[in-house]
């Protein structure tokens, strides 16, 4: 039984498998970029000019879309360091909902020694990263099991010596407009209440945990 040899486009199958691939320097130690894009099947490719498959790295559709415009595509251990290309961070210590931290379009960046690794961030797709009216916004955004969602984290709450410090301003207040513009004599309760206040206020009292109660 003889095979027939392969000939034309079978033989470019053959020897490279997949359409797209990302050329980069095999000698290079750490991080590297890649250094050419092929689309094998291109009517202006010159075979005798592709590297061997086993020495690229082989790209999906959607990949080869988002090569369009990126200016630095990281490569580490013969792959690709984020394949997703565009990503949004969040601190993955936190419970969650948790607030994004930033958004990071990684095949534009000169440097990613900053950039969390891309298990750390959530891949954003190319439309979702276009839409900036509705869904890659500044604010307002958030994560929860590894989606992004709308999100707005509660206020952070108001330390117990502020607390105090406003209460102590609305009872001075309070004692002026009842006692003392009537020359009336504060009642002590009304006096230790805001002896109480101003400890707290002025950190002399390190103790208490919560705001005494207001005289009634």
Same mark, same amino acid.
């Given at each position: ?14 020897? +490279?498998?997949?359409?797209? @691939? =990302? =050329? @980069? ?10 250094? =050419?894009?092929? #689309?094998?099947?291109? %009517? ?28 630095? /595509?990281?490569?580490?251990?013969? !792959? ?19 607030? %994004?931290?930033? +958004?990071? #379009? ?42 992004? /969602? #709308? @999100? ?24 002026? !407009?009842? @006692? ?26 390190? !103790? ?7 005289? =009634?």
């Amino acid at each position: 039984m003889t095979t027939a040899p392969l000939t034309g486009a079978a033989v470019i199958a053959a020897a +490279w498998p997949a359409r797209y @691939y =990302a =050329a @980069y320097d095999t000698t290079a130690t750490g991080l590297t970029k890649v250094t =050419a894009l092929y #689309d094998v099947q291109s %009517v202006q490719t010159v075979v005798q000019n592709l590297p061997a498959a086993a020495t690229m790295i082989a790209l999906t559709e959607d990949q080869w879309a988002l090569t369009q415009g990126a200016q630095a /595509i990281w490569v580490q251990g013969g !792959a690709l360091l984020y394949p997703a290309r565009y990503y949004a961070a969040y601190d993955t210590m936190a419970a969650q909902p948790t607030s %994004v931290t930033g +958004w990071y #379009d990684t095949w534009t960046l000169s440097s990613v020694t900053s950039v969390p690794a891309a298990s750390a961030l959530i891949a954003v797709s190319s439309q979702d990263w276009s839409d900036t009216k509705a869904f890659r916004l500044p604010t307002g955004r958030g994560v929860q099991d590894g989606k992004i /969602i #709308d @999100y707005t984290p509660p206020a952070p709450p108001v330390p117990l010596a502020t607390q105090a410090a406003n209460a102590l301003t609305a009872a001075a207040s309070a004692t002026w !407009a009842n @006692y003392g513009s009537m020359g009336v004599a504060v009642p002590q309760a009304w006096i230790t209440y805001q002896t109480a206040l101003k400890a707290i206020a002025d950190g002399t009292d390190t !103790a208490s945990t919560a705001l005494p109660a207001a005289p =009634a």
